[in-house]
């Protein structure tokens, strides 16, 4: 079983950056779907942004111009760099991946079958 590993959580003020890492097991994320979701307390899991294996993106409305998610060199991390955090963005950050080569960044949870056990980000006026 694929096992992800999520990391780059922390506290940060406001206007902020950080950089969340999601190491996977395998080589995976060269043909697999990757995302990013997040679920603040009490509120549920949202999706934040995907990237397939060609590059293609997908983000949600409120992080597009501030977060930027990618692959590294060795394809087998991915990474959401995170500017400009609001303390909206306060939540558990998952990454997930989709089980299967797949060429469309789908922004279901249903759409990914593995997932990391999460890193905290909090955002401090």
């Known amino acids: 079983q694929v096992q992800l590993v999520e990391s780059g959580g922390g506290l940060v003020q406001a206007g902020g950056s950080l950089r969340l890492s999601c190491a996977a097991s395998?080589?995976?994320?060269?043909?697999?779907?990757a995302a990013w979701f997040r679920q603040a307390p009490g509120k549920e899991r949202e999706f934040v942004a995907a990237?397939?294996?060609?590059?293609?993106?997908n983000y949600t409305d409120s992080v597009k111009g501030r977060f930027a998610i990618s692959t590294d060199n060795a394809k087998n991390t991915v990474v959401l760099q995170m500017y400009s955090l609001k303390p909206e963005g306060t939540a558990a950050y998952y990454c997930?991946?989709?089980?299967?080569?797949?060429?469309?960044?789908?922004?279901?949870?249903?759409?990914?079958?593995?997932w990391g056990g999460g890193t905290q980000v909090t955002v401090s006026l």
């Open positions: 395998g080589r995976i994320f060269s043909t697999h779907r």
């Open positions: 997930a991946e989709s089980g299967r080569a797949t060429w469309l960044p789908r922004t279901a949870g249903s759409d990914y079958q593995y």
């Open positions: 990237i397939t294996p060609s590059g293609s993106t």
